[in-house]
Structure formats: structure tokens, C-alpha cells
């Protein structure tokens, strides 16, 4: 059974070699482990210091965010005969040592995918500030939501998944990948669980490039998971917005029918008559490309398992170098 650990990392030099060297090696059940660094175009020495500590280091010639970094190190990850994978920041806030726990439900066999939750047990909550804190279960509220599952945390980093849930995972943001994730299990039926753990609320070098602006962040992340709902729940997604409007229409063209029965005359709102048939007209456009959207996804679907199943024969591990 082989571990990766997989460290995105941007400019993390002060800390990545020492969480490197603190990934623990002899864990119950696991016969070998890897570390791999994703560096995102770093501009200081995070990728001398992970190979110094002992990991493989793939750089990015520029920076092309949390995402893309995270798709890499999945693949590289793969491709290196990873049974388990497990993700964590390079700056320091999870601790190696809680890896095992982590890992536990996944090596029992009683989850596909395991998630470090910071909110679950109130003696573990870190300290943050209380505008990070609101975000962070305004946004576990949304996608307990949308999915009908409840998180208490859908923000953290420090993950663990099996091969065939890594496998399985099609992402598309650039920015993050933590609540795409939830959205794309979750419709994949893979089996997850929250596992609390004890992680640091400020960084202790540098600032974090998700939170280092609060509105950034959550407009970023809220454009990613608005365009997953698309891709996910079609039918839902534009069938809700075509009913809404086409409510609109009906509302309009009431107001102005009860207005014409009780004086005979439509003035001063005949243009509601106008507005009514438009909102109408658009409401039923929009249910019909919900259908037509919903029919979109199940083919979408079905190019998931194709995609799974190319990824199975590509991602094989690479035979050793003569």
C-alpha cells in the first residue's frame, strides 16, 4: 500500500522542508511513502528546500493557482502508483502527525474519502478571524445544500482519497478546488467522512494567498461552485431561474387582468401587459433549455466514465528508469 503526499505549494519556503520532514514514514498499514511538491511559479527557494528535504518537486514556469496545482499533483501522484493520496498545505497549519488519523477511515474501508474538518468538535476550532469564520460555514452551508449532505467544513486542504476517488475527480477551477470537490463526489456517490483534527488558524510566515482578501476569495470560489451547480445540476439550475421569471410574467399579467376587470381599462399599466408576455416568453425559453441542459448532463455523465476509465489506462505508474 503506497502513500503520496502531495504539498501544493506557492512560496512557502520557510516552512515546506520542515512539514516535509515531518510526514510521518511508518504508518500502520502503509508500506511505502512519496512526496511530492506541486510548486506554482514560487519566486523564492520553496523548490530547493522540498528537494533538499527529500521530495519530488514539480515547478510551474509561472503561477497558475491552487487548482491547477492541485489537478497536477493528483496526477503526478497517480502516475507515481499511489494507492492513497493525501493533500495538505505546505505552510505549515496542518500537522504530519494527525496523517494516520486522517487516513484511518479510508485504510478501514469505511470511507472513499476522508476530509480534516475544523468546526466539528468546538474544542478543536482554531482562532481566526470571525469574517474568515462566517465565510468559512456560510460557504459549508451552501454546499450541505446543494449536495443534501451536511459538512461542517468544505474550506480545509488536508484531504485524503483513495486511487479510485482520485481517479474519479474532474475539476475544473483554477483558483481552488476545495468546494468543486465536495460537488463533484458527492454526484459521483463517493463515500466521505469528516474527520476532526487540530489545525493552526494563522499562518505563521507569510500570508495566504486564498484569504489574503475576504471578498476576493469568496467571489472567486462562488464563481467556481456557481459553475459546478451548472455542470452538475443543470436541470435544477435553469429550470429554477425559468420558473422564476416566467412567476414574474404570470404576476404581471394578473395584476393588470384583475386591474382590467374591476375598470375596464389596462391604462395606466398596459405596458405590464408587454412586460408580462416577455417574462413569459424568456420563462419558457429557459425551462426548455433546462431540458435541454439536463439532457447535456447526462452525457456529460457519461464522459465522466469514459474520462475515468481513459485516466485508469494513462495514469498507470511508470516502470522504473533502467
Not at 17 to 42: C, H, K, L, M, N
Not at 74 to 97: H, K, S, T
Not at 253 to 267: I, M, S
Request: glycine share 8%.
Amino acid at each position: 500500500m503506497k502513500l503520496v503526499v502531495m504539498l501544493p505549494a506557492l512560496n512557502e519556503e520557510a516552512t515546506v522542508a520542515r512539514v516535509i520532514r515531518a510526514i510521518p514514514r511508518a504508518i500502520p498499514g502503509i508500506t511505502q511513502v512519496e512526496v511530492i511538491v506541486v510548486d506554482d511559479g514560487s519566486t523564492d527557494r520553496t523548490a530547493e528546500e522540498a528537494r533538499a528535504a527529500g521530495a519530488a518537486v514539480i515547478s510551474f514556469g509561472r503561477r497558475r493557482g491552487l487548482g491547477r496545482a492541485f489537478t497536477a499533483g493528483i496526477e503526478a501522484a497517480l502516475r507515481a502508483g499511489a494507492d492513497l493520496i493525501v493533500n495538505m498545505d505546505a505552510d505549515g497549519q496542518f500537522d504530519p502527525a494527525t496523517i494516520p488519523e486522517l487516513l484511518r477511515p479510508l485504510l478501514e474501508g469505511r470511507s472513499e474519502f476522508a476530509t480534516c474538518t475544523r468546526f466539528a468538535r468546538p474544542e478543536l476550532v482554531p482562532q481566526m478571524p470571525w469574517v474568515k469564520r462566517l465565510g468559512n460555514a456560510a460557504v459549508a452551508r451552501i454546499i450541505s445544500w446543494l449536495t443534501g449532505t451536511r459538512f461542517s467544513d468544505v474550506s480545509c486542504g488536508f484531504r485524503a482519497y483513495t486511487r479510485e476517488t482520485a481517479l474519479r475527480l474532474n475539476l475544473f477551477g483554477d483558483f481552488t478546488y476545495t468546494q468543486e470537490t465536495f460537488l463533484d463526489l458527492v454526484r459521483k456517490r463517493v463515500s466521505m467522512v469528516e474527520v476532526p483534527l487540530p489545525v493552526r488558524g494563522q499562518r505563521e510566515f507569510g500570508q495566504s494567498r486564498m484569504a489574503d482578501s475576504v471578498l476576493r476569495y469568496g467571489l472567486r470560489a462562488g464563481s467556481i461552485i456557481l459553475l459546478a451547480v451548472r455542470d452538475t445540476r443543470p436541470l435544477a439550475f435553469f429550470g429554477s431561474i425559468g420558473l422564476a421569471v416566467a412567476s414574474l410574467g404570470m404576476a404581471a399579467g394578473t395584476f393588470v387582468g384583475v386591474h382590467w376587470l374591476r375598470t375596464g381599462q389596462t391604462w395606466p399599466y398596459s405596458s405590464g401587459i408587454t412586460l408580462s408576455a416577455l417574462l413569459l416568453i424568456l420563462g419558457f425559453l429557459l425551462i426548455v433549455l433546462a431540458l435541454v441542459a439536463d439532457m447535456l448532463g447526462r452525457i456529460h455523465r457519461n464522459q465522466d466514465e469514459i474520462l475515468y476509465t481513459q485516466k485508469k489506462n494513462e495514469l498507470r505508474p511508470r516502470p522504473p528508469a533502467p
